[in-house]
């Protein structure tokens, strides 16, 4: 079987265990002589599916009973309205513009009300996380809000901002379960779950239980309220249901493996591998400040755009796939989510050096 080391930022690589075990239940799932793709979303075996995701999620990120988990749909995109949509009671909030997904989510809650951009990296392409401990927060700002792993920059929030006592909204889609995190130091934490989780399809929102309302802005549609998700335990209408069920097998597979210590010591194990080649290399560099990198997302160039494109080629060739950067920064990216095995890191480390020797 052809399997190939997996660099893409998302929908990406997922443990093999998982994909396994899904493939064996697909014609039967646990004897209800069904796949989970055909099984009403109202079945007991159903509302174990998903009770038991969300249960895992819990356990892992240790949500208190104060916090509500969605399973929705529309992408990370859509919580770029549905934010403001719920939250935007005084119709102000602050934004942290650290790249392109900040600024789409911003541009998203300027239409909704008075949204600031309160700092941004833009000056130095995105290259860096700003210094967040005093800024300039807003009042009668409903919300901070950060996109807390930029995935296509490769930096990474390693002390969240200064909030003043507002409620801290984070975009988690490229760094979800990938460490431990404080789930009481946010009011919301989302993400798309194809990076870290599972299938494209899926979005899991974790949020404060104060601050779902009947009260969001006028004219929101019912299928972007927070509150008829969470009255209807994200039953409300079909769920993306055999997404959710193969998010919950990555649960069982994080929980089984040891948790979010585990995950954090791997991961940095990883990324120091790549991020120490970077650094003594002549011909590959990394992008973005030290302090800030990314344990998820790692960016590099040579300088040649030219030179570029041929690592990008031979990489592939010998099983290195999806390495080129985003499209509107160019160069290299290599994403090492959860699932990328600590040996893919390895070999394509050892594959950059060779590449480095044959083409000095
Ligand atoms: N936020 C971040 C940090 C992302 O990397 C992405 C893109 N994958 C998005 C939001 C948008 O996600 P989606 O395609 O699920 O709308």
């Known amino acids: 079987m052809g399997r190939i080391y997996n660099f893409s930022a998302g929908p990406a690589v997922l443990p093999e265990e998982v994909l396994k075990e899904a493939a064996e239940e697909m014609l ?6 069904m796949s989970v793709m055909e099984m009403s979303h109202r079945s007991k075996a159903y509302e174990t599916i998903i009770g038991e995701a969300e249960q895992d999620l819990r356990d892992l990120m240790n949500i208190p009973d104060n916090y509500k988990v969605l399973f929705l749909q529309g992408g990370a995109s859509q919580q770029f309205a549905m934010i403001p949509m719920n939250l935007m009671k005084n119709k102000v ?8 997904w900040a600024k789409k ?14 700092a941004s990296s833009a000056d130095k392409t995105f290259s860096y996380i700003p210094d967040c401990s005093d800024l300039p927060i807003s009042e009668d700002a409903d919300y901070v809000y950060i996109c807390e792993n930029n995935t296509i920059y490769g930096t990474k929030f390693k002390k969240l901002p200064n909030t003043k006592g507002k409620t801290l909204v984070a975009d988690v889609s490229s760094c979800f379960l990938s460490e431990p995190v404080d789930v009481t130091k946010y009011g ?24 779902i309302t009947e009260d969001t802005l006028p004219g929101t549609p019912t299928m972007l309220k927070y509150k008829i998700h969470d009255d209807n335990k994200s039953l409300y209408n079909t769920p993306p249901a055999y997404g959710i069920y193969v998010c919950g097998k990555v649960f069982k597979w994080i929980k089984k493996m040891g948790g979010l210590e585990v995950m954090k ?31 998820m997302n790692v960016p590099f160039v040579t300088g040649d755009a030219e030179l570029d494109a041929k690592f990008v080629k031979e990489a592939k060739a010998a099983g290195f796939e999806n390495l080129k950067g985003h499209r509107s920064v160019g160069g290299m990216r290599a994403s090492i989510y959860n699932a990328m095995p600590y040996e893919g ?4 480390v050892e594959f950059m050096k060779k590449f480095e020797e044959e083409n000095k």
């Not at 039967?28 to 002589?33: A, H, I, M, P």
């Not at 890191?345 to 394509?348: D, I």
């Open 188 to 211: 919301v934490i989302y993400g798309g779950v194809q990076k870290n989780i599972g299938p494209a399809g899926v979005v899991i929102v974790i949020i404060r239980e104060d601050l």
């Open 345 to 348: 890191v390895v070999k394509l």
């Open 93 to 100: 909030a602050d934004y942290i513009i650290t790249g392109q």
């Open 265 to 295: 010591e791997r991961n940095e194990k990883k990324a120091k591998v790549l991020y120490d080649f970077l650094d003594q290399s002549t011909m590959f560099k990394g992008t973005v400040a030290k302090e800030d990198r990314s344990l």
């Open 28 to 33: 039967d799932y646990k004897g209800t002589g």
């Open 105 to 118: 989510a911003y541009q998203e809650a300027a239409i909704y009300g008075k949204a600031n951009a309160i």
